[in-house]
């Protein structure tokens, strides 16, 4: 089954390329990001490990965790690392899963709860569905799913995005509009009143109509480093 937006993440154990974890106390305080793959050696999840690598620091100064997940054994994890060092120029400097057994993969609604046999005899198609970033809360709640074709690569530049709006709106009571960067004017959220609005910005908002309050940006307090 799907996970759905503020569901608590279903936890695990697991072997990854930087030990044992259990995924929750990974987790511990800090927001997450698990982005999965469908197979190892493969040529777009490749780009996409070395440039979450090489933007590890971005997620690092907002407090968020990266893993990574593949549906593929431990051993071969440790030969792609290498490829794509060779290849894109940075290794991956964060932990990948292996789920080889697919129970996380049919935990988090990428595989059906029937599929099992041996993961080297499965190709890339076969597990095509294994293409998805869940970023999670520090109270373990999916904040964002999104899932991706095989033949596109992800854009971590807009998960970025929409963690600085998460975070943002997780500490003040706004929401972000269409095509929102980190500075620009937020609306003030649908749940505040006008009363309680005015005690908030008592130098008040620009109402095109009733239902859209704008306001400049708070000023949000700096994210701890994971």
Known sequence: MALSINQTVPDFTAETTEGTIRFHEWIGDSWAVLFSHPK???????????????????????????????????????????????????????????????????????????????????????????????????????KLLLVYPMTTGRNFDEVLRVIDSLQLTARHKVATPAQWQQGDDVIIAGSVSNEQAAEIWPEGWQEPRPYIRIVPQPVADPQPVA
């Open 40 to 142: 190892d050696f493969t040529p777009v999840c490749t780009t996409e490990l070395g440039y979450m690598a090489r933007i590890k620091p971005e997620f690092d100064a907002r407090g968020v965790k990266i893993i990574g997940l593949s549906v593929d054994p431990l051993d071969r994890h440790q030969e792609w690392a290498r490829d794509i060092e060779e290849t894109q120029g940075t290794a991956p400097n964060y932990p990948i899963i292996s789920d080889a057994d697919f129970a996380i993969s049919k935990a988090y609604g990428m595989l059906p709860a029937d599929v099992d046999g041996d993961p080297l005899s499965r190709t890339p198609a076969d597990n095509q569905t294994v293409r998805n970033v869940f970023v999670i809360a520090p109270d373990k709640s999916l």
